[in-house]
């Protein structure tokens, strides 16, 4: 079982959630640290009584649709692909595959038993294992299907998933850049918006230069570091979400940081300026009139 689990501020921010009693909000956070990496909770009951709580906490959640009862001692999480995105290789199969066989999944990556209201819940589940690295050293999301496959041997995405985002063209692949970096899920509820959103840049700014911005976000709200090796046992770095900055809204928080980037003098301290310039000379940019193929992605 997973040592730490997370969870989505727009589930636990919700009204529906904070209209619940304080005692089954507080029961939601400790089944959750409890879940395998499907979402079930074995033992919901033995849970309740070991941290003191009353069953009756649990029925709020039920009828209010944040556990699924599927046995007499077994829940699932609801929203659990939103609470957490798992690695690839990190991935722990369930031990309910039959159970799971039984449920779907909404667009918004919800679990329902109801087939008229979602897909058949993909057997293989995770991000991306790891980048491809180009000659300056900086991550290169590896976004072809059959790479994808390569990559992550027995253990592939939601490939169906992941094709429905990168139909949205480079505004997709620079989401899934998000998404394989831990910041977002790829069942991010606001994923139209972070699409709209680049592809309304699109629209304003060279390719070049939006690249430019993103690894910018990237480096400010992410970790760079080692997270496997490739075939000639050579490590493999990539961006990791730094979970402490514990950021509210997340996609204000995307949207306001791209959007101050690209009017640094203004918004930007001297201090994230220089950090700004010295990856456009990292990547050989000095302006956004050069050459797309020396960026990172």
Known sequence: MAKRRMFSTEIVRSDAFLDLPVSSRELYFQ???????RGYIPNAKSIIRVIGANIGDLEPLINKGFLMLRGETLMLQKHFRINNTIRSDRFKETEYIDDLKKLFIKSNGVYTDDST????????????????????????L????????KDNS????????????????????????????????????????????????????E??????????????????????KDKQDKPIFGYRYK???????????????????????????????????????????????????????
């Open 31 to 37: 089944l959750g640290m409890d879940t395998d990496d």
């Open 117 to 140: 209201k979602g897909k058949p819940t993909p057997l293989v589940l995770g991000i991306p294992s790891g980048y491809q690295m180009d000659t300056n050293g900086l991550p290169q």
């Open 142 to 149: 590896n976004i072809s299907k059959d790479n994808l496959i």
């Open 154 to 205: 027995s253990k592939e995405i939601d490939i169906t998933r992941y094709n429905e985002i990168k139909a949205n063209g480079f505004a997709g692949e620079l989401f899934l850049k998000l998404v394989d970096s831990g910041y977002v899920s790829l069942y991010e509820l606001d994923t139209n918006d972070y699409i709209k959103f680049l592809k309304e840049l699109l629209s304003q700014y």
């Open 207 to 228: 390719v070049v230069d939006i690249k430019i911005k993103v690894e910018y976000f990237l480096r400010v709200t992410c970790h760079y570091l080692p997270i496997g």
């Open 243 to 297: 979970e402490e900055n514990q950021i509210g809204n997340k996609f204000l928080y995307f949207k306001t940081t791209i959007t101050n980037a690209f009017n640094p003098k203004e918004y930007l301290t001297e201090q994230e300026q220089l950090e700004l310039q010295k990856i456009m000379d990292e990547l050989g940019q000095e302006d956004t009139d050069t050459d797309d193929d020396s960026l990172p992605f």
